[in-house]
């Protein structure tokens, strides 16, 4: 039998991506709502009630608001959004996070897709903080870059137009962003981090960067110590690699048109200090990626199904 998905917001940017990953297979069947009806109340609440699982690739409060439209414990969600990511009775659906994370995924009924940046941010910061070599409340910060499709159809149409006429936009200067929270909860800190992000004039890919200075690791953690516990964090995971080496040069495109994540720890032990990087794609690892490996956990089947690494 296969599982029956509805993606609500499929003509958006992620709707899209995860579509284009999930056509084509045999083990699951879209439903689909023609574009007269995509937006339509009563059709929606249908399809989100009709559907085995549905995947939320909507604004916000639109998000809420789907959640709100199921009136049945048996359909089973994946949100995309930024609504639930530290609600209380949903999975926080990043995988590779925790021990134990992949299995409670599977078997939970809300899921929420983890943010793009906090993908990268969480990568670096969690693993350290659970071996207690990065103290619980460490003061850091986040410096970020993401192409421009990260900001949905608005900013696509922005960037391509030509009205950004910038190649990089340092943006959030309100300190005020929607990832904080999710940033703050899920590494297990008890201050948010000082976010930075930037967005650049390219269709998808991320760099996110986390500094450190040496003397705010526990006293006598080496560099080695913070690589291995990244290697041994995500020794077995198909998607998150740790570079077994120090590259001369990284770029936002590294990871782009793929659904899998690299860390890289950079340090220079004279200086005692460390920059710690994720490379990604906001559309892969960081939205349809990460929606689609949450399917396939949910869905009991092969967790790499339609994915790139
Ligand atoms: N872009 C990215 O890199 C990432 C996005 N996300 C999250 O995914 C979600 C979707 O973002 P994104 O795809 O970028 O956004 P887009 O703006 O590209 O797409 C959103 C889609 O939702 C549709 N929509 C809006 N309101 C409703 C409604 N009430 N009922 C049905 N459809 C509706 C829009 O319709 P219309 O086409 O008519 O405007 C649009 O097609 C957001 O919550 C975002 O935070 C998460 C990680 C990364
Ligand atoms: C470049 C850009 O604008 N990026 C978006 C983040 C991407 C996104 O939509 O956020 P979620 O991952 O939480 O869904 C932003 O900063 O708001």
């Known amino acids: 039998m296969t599982t029956t998905i509805f993606i609500d917001g499929a003509v958006g940017t992620t709707g899209l991506e995860i579509r284009e990953r999930l056509s084509g297979r045999g083990d699951v069947s879209l439903l689909v709502l023609d574009e007269a009806r995509r937006k339509d109340a009563a059709a929606r609440r249908d399809a989100l009630n009709d559907a085995d699982l549905v995947v939320l690739c ?13 009136d049945n414990r048996r359909t089973r969600v994946v949100d995309a959004s930024t609504a639930h990511r530290v609600a ?5 659906g990043f995988a590779e996070l925790e021990p134990g994370r992949s299995d409670e995924i599977a078997a939970a009924r809300l899921v929420s897709n983890p943010g793009c940046y906090p ?8 693993p350290l903080v659970r071996a207690g070599l990065l103290p619980a409340d460490a003061l850091l910060s986040v410096n970020a870059a993401s192409g421009y499709s990260g900001g949905g159809k608005s900013m696509i149409a922005e960037f391509e137009d030509g009205d950004a006429d910038t190649a990089f936009r340092p943006y959030a200067l309100t300190l005020a962003h929607k990832h904080a929270p ?21 269709y998808r ?3 996110v960067e986390v500094p450190v200075h040496q003397s705010q690791l526990v006293p006598g953690t080496s560099v080695e110590a913070v690589a291995a516990t990244l290697r041994d964090a995500y020794a077995g995971a198909a998607l998150v ?11 936002i495109e ?9 860390l890289h720890v950079f340090a220079n032990p004279a200086a005692a200090q460390l920059r710690l990087v994720a490379t990604l794609d906001n559309l892969g690892k960081g939205a349809a990626g990460a929606a689609v490996q949450n399917v396939n956990l949910m869905a009991g089947l092969d967790p790499l199904a339609g994915l790139t690494r």
């Open 205 to 207: 890919g991320m760099v």
């Open 119 to 126: 993908t990268g941010f969480l990568a670096l910061v969690r």
């Open 58 to 70: 909507l604004p916000d409060d639109a998000a809420r608001e789907a959640v709100a439209m199921i």
């Open 88 to 92: 209380e009775g949903w999975t926080y």
């Open 254 to 262: 590294d990871d782009a048109n793929t659904d899998r994540m690299t």
């Open 241 to 251: 690699r740790v570079a077994s080496d120090a590259p001369a040069t990284i770029r």
């Open 182 to 202: 999710e940033m703050t909860r899920h590494a297990g800190l008890a201050h948010a981090p000082i976010f930075q992000p930037a967005v650049a004039n390219t």
